[in-house]
């Protein structure tokens, strides 16, 4: 069985750029989690897709954005990128429940 | 507001002897808690979980154990093992979906 994709692993963007970063669950699960991983702030929520609905969203600010397909795929999408975005990105995929969640590799972002 | 906290940044143990790390919540509400392992650069391993409906959970050298009324998980890990060193999260979640929220980590050393 497949594991959570995360697509791309790395990604260097510029200030103000916009940034989408991929993610495939693994095949049955119907939530899709991001969170973002700084050295300062460990593991933050973003937000939540479960069948296709934003279900959860953490405090960030309204650059960040997310939308799932119907296959369960999830984008997450940041705009008029800044200096403190640099992080991993992760994804996490669970069939829906309250459960336990799997994790992406993550995709490593640097803001230049 | 850290809702979930892992005191120690470290801990350093023998091969063979048991490793217990620690984590203390402070809202009512979470009902379900993991923890998690990480190796630099990778997204967390899912390790165990465990409900609020139960004190502890077994899984091989892994057991989590809950209390409630001092809303406090701890993981001990027996015997450790060199390959256990990694930084070791705990999660808690409110029913809420799969919302969760991170400990800041526990960097266990395990030393042959």
């Known amino acids: 069985k497949a594991g959570v994709t995360q697509t791309p692993r790395y990604l260097i963007k510029t200030r103000g750029q916009q940034v989408t970063l991929s993610c495939s669950p693994i095949?049955?699960?119907?939530?899709v989690s991001w969170y973002q991983q700084t050295p300062g702030q460990g593991l933050q929520f973003l937000f939540e897709?479960?069948?296709?609905?934003?279900?959860n969203k953490g405090n960030f600010p309204g650059r960040f954005s997310g939308r799932q397909f119907s296959n369960s795929r999830s984008e997450m999408n940041v705009s008029t990128l800044e200096l403190g975005d640099s992080a991993l990105y992760l994804c996490a995929s669970s069939i829906g429940v309250p459960s336990e969640a799997f994790f992406g590799q993550g995709t490593r972002l640097t803001v230049v | 507001d850290q809702q979930v906290k892992q005191n120690s940044p470290s801990l350093s143990v023998q091969e063979g002897r048991i490793s217990i790390l620690n984590c203390d919540y402070t809202n009512s509400m979470f009902d379900y808690f993991l923890w998690y392992k990480k190796y630099p650069a990778e997204g967390p391993t899912f390790l165990i979980s465990?409900?609020?409906?139960?004190d502890k959970n077994e899984d091989g050298r892994f057991t989590v154990f809950l209390n409630k009324s001092a809303k406090h998980l701890s993981l001990h890990i027996v015997p450790s093992q060199p390959g256990d060193s990694a930084v070791y999260f705990c999660?808690?979640?409110?029913?809420?979906?799969?919302?969760?929220?991170f400990g800041t980590g526990t960097s266990l050393t395990v030393i042959p």
């Open positions: 465990i409900s609020s409906i139960k």
């Open positions: 999660a808690a979640s409110a029913d809420t979906g799969n919302q969760f929220y």
């Open positions: 897709y479960f069948s296709e609905t934003q279900r």
């Open positions: 095949s049955g699960h119907r939530s």
